[in-house]
């Protein structure tokens, strides 16, 4: 049956490891290897946040006007409305779209 989960260390400096759980896979389909983003929860954190420590600060900051980091953590994120559930279903469909085009197998030409 093969794995039904696998790590994906994300953020080399911070080491921010996600799981990622196989909840189902379909039957292969001819001529059809793109990958495919089926669903989504949340976003990941921002990168060189300083790990969970440093996201949980992250938030707080942004969230408060008066943190003593609020205004460095605001203009290093220049976006106050940070919202770890909001997803941008087309920015992630284009990312994917554009992972399938760089991973395509080139036809090799025979001499």
Do not use: Q
């Not at 696998?6 to 039957?27: M, N, S």
């Not at 669903?39 to 008066?66: I, M, Q």
């Not at 203009?75 to 469909?93: F, G, I, K, M």
Request: charged residues 30%.
């Amino acid at each position: 049956m093969g794995a039904r989960s696998f790590k994906y260390l994300y953020d080399f400096g911070d080491g921010w490891t996600h799981t990622v759980k196989i909840e189902k896979t379909f039957p292969v389909v001819s001529d059809f290897n793109d990958p495919v983003r089926l669903d989504v929860t949340g976003r990941c954190p921002h990168e060189d946040v300083g790990g969970s420590w440093g996201y949980k600060e992250f938030r707080e900051a942004l969230a408060n006007k008066t943190h003593e980091r609020h205004d460095e953590l605001l203009e290093w994120w220049s976006n106050a409305d940070y919202d770890p559930t909001a997803v941008n279903a087309a920015t992630l469909r284009k990312s994917v779209d554009t992972l399938a085009a760089n991973w395509k197998r080139k036809s090799r030409k025979k001499a």
